[in-house]
């Protein structure tokens, strides 16, 4: 018999559960959320935000930032006429700035809970069966065990690396994105499997400071998901200016280590080669979290891909249930997770919640960062859609030259026929930030023509894209 009743139980405190629940709860639905994962938290309290939070997007994104003061310092300072003389970086100091500033929002996270009245429950979130209208969920605690009824479940238990057989992840030698964030010394050799968006953040990170970073790729063509023409000029950036090396069409043979390295046995359309590291990162995707959930006992319903099968509204087959984020299709991305996890909470509550997954944005924070929404040039085509497009060079931008870092490019397409922007495509400074401006013009259905005619403040990287939309028209000012 259930020990607490509530309207709404999220099962899983990431980025779409967190935001679920703190939407229900300022709805006025009685709300609690599930959570057991403590990661690294010192005492072993569970903490929220998920993979997000706590070892994904922001300790990269702060790592990130780290590695690329380290490499202004060492080589972007000089063009400013800025002496900077023997410029090391300790990795312990960097670590513990990364790990404060996730202890900070994740402390934040329990601080919202408390503000909005949801109750954390600390412990594995399962179905347990249905009495009545009202679901069964247990919460498997490290001491004890107790259910909870519900009267709507929110499935928000997000994803975990993919690995590979035949690969063991120890996340000290052989790594995930969780010890690739924790390394305690930059690698003299780092090789990486797999060029998608974290093997290449976590990749430039390292080398940045120092190691010689070697990617592996199964695919032939680099960021198929990208629009080519972005995926061009980032090849010749990262491998021609950056010196990154990036194998393409690679098959993994075998992978063995020693007490000296790590040995990976491949094969590329050149023939069997042998790559020798210190560390081995893998980075192949991820996948969705669905393993002890008990859905199976209650007759959830999962896709061919292994998520829970869910229509545009997050709907599953099952009476109140339902599930955001990564454990559904679409991009495994955090901000697609929040939206999804705020439109389940007011449809529950009786509003007219909605995403629209034509506009979510996508961002590689490499350097030069790599952003776009809609669709791209070979999508376009494919669809049989004609098109017009803009393209304008950073390099062209005043505020671009003034920071020393003019890289890239903007680049609109917009329909032949009525104008309306079908997809912004953008490799550059800040490009994860200027996207903003893009998405929120498709979501309001916006033309080129309005951009065209939006006065934008000068001089700022924003001109880029104002230039990009006149350039539909063939009218660009600058360029």
Request: with cysteine; aromatic share 4%; net charge neutral.
């Amino acid at each position: 018999m259930a020990n607490q009743q509530f309207d709404v139980v999220v099962i899983g405190g990431g980025p779409g559960g967190y935001v679920a629940a703190i939407r229900a709860a300022q709805l006025g639905l009685s709300t609690a959320c599930i959570e057991s994962d403590a990661y690294a938290d010192p005492k072993g309290a569970v903490r929220l935000g998920g993979t997000c939070l706590n070892v994904g997007c922001i300790p990269s994104k702060a790592l990130l930032r780290s590695s690329e003061l380290f490499e202004t310092a060492n080589h972007g300072f000089a063009a400013h006429g800025i002496t900077a003389a023997t410029v090391k970086m300790d990795v312990a100091t960097m670590l513990r700035r990364k790990d404060a500033i996730v202890t900070q929002l994740t402390t934040g996270i329990k601080g919202l809970f408390k503000k909005n009245k949801v109750t954390l429950l600390a412990g594995r979130g399962s179905f347990a069966g249905r009495e009545g209208a009202l679901w069964q969920i247990k919460v498997a605690g490290q001491d004890a065990a107790e259910v909870v009824a519900a009267r709507h479940v929110i499935v928000a238990t997000g994803s975990a690396p993919r690995h590979l057989d035949g690969i063991p992840v120890d996340n000290i030698t052989i790594c995930d994105n969780v010890g690739a964030l924790a390394l305690p010394a930059v690698p003299q050799r780092l090789g990486v499997i797999g060029a998608g968006v974290i093997g290449l953040e976590l990749g430039s990170v390292w080398q940045r400071l120092g190691s010689a970073v070697t990617i592996l790729e199964a695919l032939p063509d680099f960021l198929a998901a990208a629009d080519p023409a972005v995926a061009k000029e980032a090849w010749k950036i990262f491998t021609r200016q950056q010196g990154l090396k990036i194998n393409l069409g690679v098959r993994i043979k075998s992978v063995k280590q020693t007490k000296k390295c790590v040995t990976v046995d491949y094969e590329t359309a050149a023939g069997t080669q042998k790559l020798e590291c210190d560390k081995l990162i893998v980075s192949v995707g991820r996948v969705p979290n669905v393993a002890g959930l008990g859905g199976d006992s209650v007759g959830l319903q999962l896709d061919e891909r292994g998520c829970i099968a869910a229509n545009e509204h997050c709907q599953t087959n099952l009476e109140n249930v339902w599930a955001v984020g990564d454990v559904v299709r679409g991009p495994m991305l955090a901000h697609k997770a929040m939206e999804e996890g705020v439109m389940v909470a007011e449809l529950i509550a009786g509003q007219a919640g909605h995403v629209n997954y034509a506009v979510i944005p996508w961002v590689i924070y490499t350097h030069p960062e790599i952003a776009w929404v809609g669709q791209t040039e070979t999508q376009l085509k494919n669809a049989g859609i004609e098109y017009r497009a803009g393209q304008i060079p950073f390099a062209a931008n005043g505020r671009a030259l003034g920071q020393g870092d003019s890289s890239g490019f903007v680049r609109m397409l917009a329909c032949a026929r009525t104008d309306t922007i079908l997809g912004v495509h953008i490799i550059g400074a800040n490009a994860s930030e200027l996207i903003a401006e893009a998405v929120t013009a498709m979501e309001f259905g916006a033309v080129s023509e309005d951009i065209a005619r939006i006065c934008h403040a000068h001089p700022t990287l924003s001109e880029v894209m104002h230039e990009a939309a006149l350039a539909v028209d063939k009218r660009a000012l600058h360029f």
